[in-house]
């Protein structure tokens, strides 16, 4: 059974903010929420992780709903390079799934 | 830092055949994961390993085995190739068990015809 579930695909424009939407309705209330992204050809990399409060780092956002049921993941200025397929996992479960591909546009 | 690395990049294998996939975790880093990703199943976690012992396991069949050595660097072997083991297999180090930052290594693709 999915354990989150994500759009198969999202579209942005370059330098525009992108919100791409994470559902996890069967969370544990300890179980920690986990963004990766993987670019064409290459290994996974690390986004962000949260619990209950909203999380920033130097890549991006991770916005955390107050029933943790879902979560959003935040890039405030999406570039070329973003392009990506987006994982949320949850870390006791660590089954990545089959992502949001990312597509930016010029 | 070197970051991770996994040898060989690509391997072609024939059914009934085993093989053994070599990874080496960024410098100091003890825990070492992998994973399987394929374009039906996605990406899925198999084991992960810390101070030469297996500490979690994925659901995977036992011909999916690993070993971690002394130095952290780490071994997955599979026996008996079956097509669906058709995959990019990766490797993912961190500094403690269970961290949440994992660094991924580029993988290995591995054919099984």
């Known amino acids: 059974d999915a354990k989150t579930t994500q759009p198969n695909s999202m579209e942005s424009n370059e330098e525009e903010p992108v919100h791409l939407p994470c559902n996890h309705s069967?969370?544990?209330?300890?179980?920690?929420i986990h963004w990766y992204r993987q670019l064409p050809s290459q290994g996974p990399e690390y986004v962000i992780h949260?619990?209950?409060s909203n999380v920033n780092n130097r890549m991006a956002s991770l916005a955390i709903a107050e029933d943790r049921k879902s979560s959003t993941l935040i890039l405030h200025r999406a570039t070329l390079r973003d392009a990506a397929v987006y994982y949320c996992?949850?870390?006791?479960?660590?089954?990545f799934g089959a992502g949001t591909r990312l597509t930016v546009k010029p | 830092k070197a970051g991770v690395t996994q040898t060989p990049r690509y391997l072609i294998k024939t059914r009934g055949q085993q093989v053994t996939l070599s990874c080496s975790p960024i410098s100091g880093h003890r825990s070492v994961s992998w994973y399987q990703q394929t374009p039906g199943q996605g990406l899925q976690f198999l084991f992960e390993y810390f101070s030469e012992t297996q500490r979690n396991k994925g659901n995977f069949p036992g011909r999916f085995s690993g070993r971690q050595f002394s130095n952290s660097r780490s071994e997955m072997n599979v026996s008996t190739l079956e097509l669906g083991d058709s995959a990019l297999y990766l490797c993912?180090?961190?500094?403690?068990?269970?961290?949440?930052?994992?660094?991924f290594g580029p993988g290995t693709r591995l054919t099984v015809l």
């Open positions: 069967t969370i544990s209330g300890t179980d920690y």
């Open positions: 949260g619990l209950t």
């Open positions: 993912a180090s961190s500094p403690i068990l269970s961290s949440h930052e994992q660094f």
């Open positions: 996992i949850l870390k006791e479960d660590m089954r």
